[in-house]
């Protein structure tokens, strides 16, 4: 039954997806005021979050992971919705699906920009994990109210699906991005600079590490991470 369930969702998800992009590409062809416009591409790509939610679900959900710049990232996000952005520590580069982190940032930062609580982001580095924290700036909105909703549901799980965390609080989400591991990577990906957690003597430490292509390692210890 849960295999027939999750190929029903697999199958509905793929056949509405053209439907969909036929529709968005017919209302830029359409004469008509901006807004209106705007208006409907948000609803179609609410429903294209809805599919994905469903894929994610029934763990069909598709991802593309590899080394990507989550700072590039978190940047051109903030400076497309207009927010500000603090970065306190040289950010490494993380194991990850770039689409589906420029969706989940997307929706997080939505969900309080539709509430009408502008925000700002700070990335930095925290006892071996990346954290993002998105922060209202102005009234308290709770996002612990937002549990059951598609685009927090949406963003956990493609979290989750990278080993990551989401915490929601009162005027607060925290995500947290796991730091990749040496044998987390792919062959051509064996190689560049990477932040590591590692274990020397018993006790672990924070590591800058460089490998080149022809596997040599250079590593510096930067920090105990007890």
């Given amino acids: 039954a849960e295999k027939a369930r999750s ?9 509405l997806r053209d439907p969909l992009l036929k529709i968005k590409e017919l209302i830029s062809s359409i004469d008509g005021d901006d807004d209106s416009r705007r208006a409907i591409a948000r609803e179609i790509a609410k429903a294209n979050h ?3 939610l469903s894929l994610a679900q029934t763990g069909e959900l598709e991802l593309e992971a590899r080394l990507v710049n989550l700072e590039s990232i978190v940047r051109s996000e903030a400076d497309r919705r207009h927010v500000s952005l603090e970065i306190l520590d040289r950010i490494p580069l993380i194991y990850f699906d770039p689409g589906r982190l420029k969706e989940a940032l997307e929706l997080l930062i939505s969900l309080s920009l539709d509430n009408a609580c502008p925000v700002s982001l700070k990335l930095k580095v925290t006892r071996g994990t990346i954290s993002l924290e998105i922060e209202n700036t102005g009234s308290k909105l709770d996002y612990r109210l937002f549990l059951n909703d598609a685009s927090y549901l949406l963003s956990e799980r493609i979290m989750v699906m990278h080993q990551g965390t989401i915490i929601p609080s009162l005027g607060r989400i ?10 987390s990577l792919s062959v051509k990906e064996k190689h560049g600079r990477l932040l590591l957690l590692g274990r020397d003597e018993g006790a672990f430490a924070l590591y800058d590490e460089v490998v080149e292509r022809d596997g040599v390692r250079n590593r510096k210890r930067l920090l105990d991470a007890d």
């Fill in 50 to 52: 809805m599919l994905d």
């Fill in 174 to 183: 925290t995500l947290s991005f796991s730091l990749p591991t040496f044998s």
């Fill in 7 to 15: 190929e029903f969702f697999s199958n509905v998800s793929e056949d």
